[in-house]
């Protein structure tokens, strides 16, 4: 049985440790020379030194904000001593770019194979909606396949390669400006259009809606392709006609859709893992952000792709990335969309720099910029090789952005309109996020709350927490995962049904 | 068989006359000495005389923008050379208010009256979202109440009085500013919450979400009211045992709100209408609106409560309701809001005048101001007696105004959270709209319409445009159509079970 350390020191040259334990006043904290000077709770820092009132404080070695006032060794850094300060800012572009260490022979999955050589880890039907105005007609075509629970009548019996269908509504869709929120809605829908987990897709609308169907499938290249079909209610004539309508079309394809659904092994380059984290807390920084790092070095290293995103928590920390940088110009994309995101909070009334949620802040983070460095622990350290727009088909191989609000269900619904077909999610206080077609693995920062939400956990990162495992092995644990999830192993969420109410596009602009 | 004319004039001083049938060029307009230059689809203007480039085009009487360039007789009058011009604005408030002519005897209805002396004209159990992460085990709690379809097993069996369990979802809550936008959200919630179509109430969380529960209750005023329970996932650890403690509460409360479900005869004073259209064609503005108008002065008439909305498409008419305001700073509240809404499409980088949906547009409104005083037609001709923000209660008698959006699911979300407890909605082109815990009546503006989707339409509008009926008849008929609703008869978008989906929170501010 491990000891496990009372405070957890991130880098020698931190001004502050993070208390892994409640740890009451006047308790000594080893190896550190200081006691603590009141209670300080889980996962919030501890000052081992002593700082003047605008010094700079340090974790993972990094600044994360100044003290608003004199810190005294051995007292509680929080929102009363530690507020933001301007930090300087050196892009340096490219200047810890390095070569990725590929593994010689990849490991492999059980993926679905498509047409078109893309490889699947699910095998829905989806049915998809241009505007709120068609969503329930979506819900009642999705309905005719549920498994019955009491009578145990399962439609899709006879089908069972098929994971499902599934409606994805949203609450847009009209009422909205026709430039770029319009553009960015369809690039969502058109990205579950094309996603290789759908081997067969309804696009469904009103009729009268600002997204007109003929405009979505022109922009996000639909047109003329199998197994995608457009309906309107009003052109179909009503509610009834239009649930048939589209019945009939999930029972055409449904031979088809289970003949593709066949799994055979495939390398890991063909993983596009979207990286998420929610319900943040102290350790997530220390336990599953950097485990997750390291299974994203693994999935880069075996030949794949890993999506960061949550644009405003990664901001004010985006200079580690321009470092790690391909070329100058992926880089600047960087640093452009914190120029557009400082541009688009100002008008919104907003700021960049207040971004931590009740729950951040009770779970002990205190800036926005000590939240970035931890969120950005789940990228893992290998090159940055492409920066992507919110929902935009992501087409590289290794580790790329992807912009996105820091919110989940909007961050991941970006994620997996460019095409991820794995999400990992790491959370300290708990979520239940699912995310259909994709399959959600959500691992716990600490144990408690693992073993308080076991029923929606899927991985425990608070081992390292309580020195029961390296963060090295830890990845390992979670890349082992990640090849049999992709390989059809369900998920909590995916047990219990999450992952349709989840869908939520980025709404921007406007509700008119 | 009466026989309907070829084009509708609405006002002796207009410019245009509408084409109520496809017009082919070169066909003389009875009555109004010109032929037709070119083709005029159904609902599309002609004009009857020339306008010189910059003259002012009216309809209704009213401007509704000015000629682009020379029109001449027989013209099909459109967006090629129609626009908005600057329009004369004199407010003059109060200037037509006028004692209203309070129906001696008023109707009365069958209602479910509230231990608080409110008036309910449905019995649901509802359960709230704080956050788009805890939508999903909402759902489940739900659907523990769901009847099965197939064994025609119904958990509600013994409960005849309740009309259903159902969660209300939406995409927001975190991620969020925790000014406005957070307070607006609240202010839904918990009108919802307070709705008396609810006998009881779930407010369910995840936990770590900027919209934390207590925050909510103290806001809306929840704290302490019966048959409100405040649960959160991560404080009750997970799914299972999050559903199971909500379909225990539900459980609970059942026989108390079925008990509360008996309808008795209560004065239509009692009722609250949402006015809403959507999907507007060219008839919106000469039979439905109107006819509706006609339903909106008796319901007032007999002391009830009619609320208009949708502030964008009242954008441009609003100085003819400031001349209704009971006093000038009920009339400002409406002025402010139009400067309000200026501001704020601006920062949004949209513009008020170019809100006509392609849909609209096809169907012959050319400009904001043509559809405004289409729209405002709705609200009859009584006294405007209070002007509301979003989702506030309403407690005024008489018409009131309350700014929202003109998309439909959210401003009539907006409605219904203000306290609206039947919603009335025109469509042109074809809506299937509902909105639980309130029942919608949809009423079609045209009879081609009417009968193509007849399985969503309540009540054919198209009668005033084929002669069968005038506005006032029609009217009439509207109103003892509502009377039989708010007793319990059930919509169109009832019998198919529509309005949870179309639950929209109105979203302001960037998402984070
Ligand atoms: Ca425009
Ligand atoms: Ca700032
Ligand atoms: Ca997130
Ligand atoms: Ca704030
Ligand atoms: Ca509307």
Known sequence: MPTPPLAIRLHPADGVVIARTDILAGTPIPGENVTALARIPPGHKIATRAHAEGEPVRRYGQIIGVATRPIAPGEHVHSH???????????????????????????????????????????????????????????????????NPFTGHDPLADFPNVDGVVALTHKTGCGMNDGEPLRLLRRTLAGYARHPNFAAIIVLGLGCEVNQIPGLMEEGKLEGRPRVRALTIQATGGTPKTVAKGVEFVREVLAEANAQGVRTSVPASHLCVALQCGGSDGYSGISANPALGAASDLVVRHGGTVILSETPETYGAEHLLTRRAVSEAVGRKLVDLMDWWEEYTRRNGGELDDNPSPGNKAGGLTTILEKSLGAMAKAGTTNLVEVYRYAEPVTAKGFVFMDTPGYDPVAATGQVAGGANIVCFTTGRGSVYGCKPAPSIKLATNTPMFRRMEDDMDINCGTVIDGDESVAECGQRIFDHILRVASGERTKSEQWGFGAEEFAPWVQGATM
Chains 1, 2 share one sequence.
């Open 81 to 147: 001593n530690l507020g933001m300060g301007d930090h300087a800012k050196d892009y340096a572009f490219c200047s810890e770019a390095k070569p990725t260490d590929y593994v010689a022979t990849p490991a492999t999955f059980q993926g679905i194979v498509r047409p078109d050589g893309r490889v699947a880890t699910r095998n829905y039907i989806g049915v998809l909606t241009t505007v709120n105005c068609s969503a329930t007609v979506a819900q009642y075509v999705a309905d005719a396949f549920r498994r």
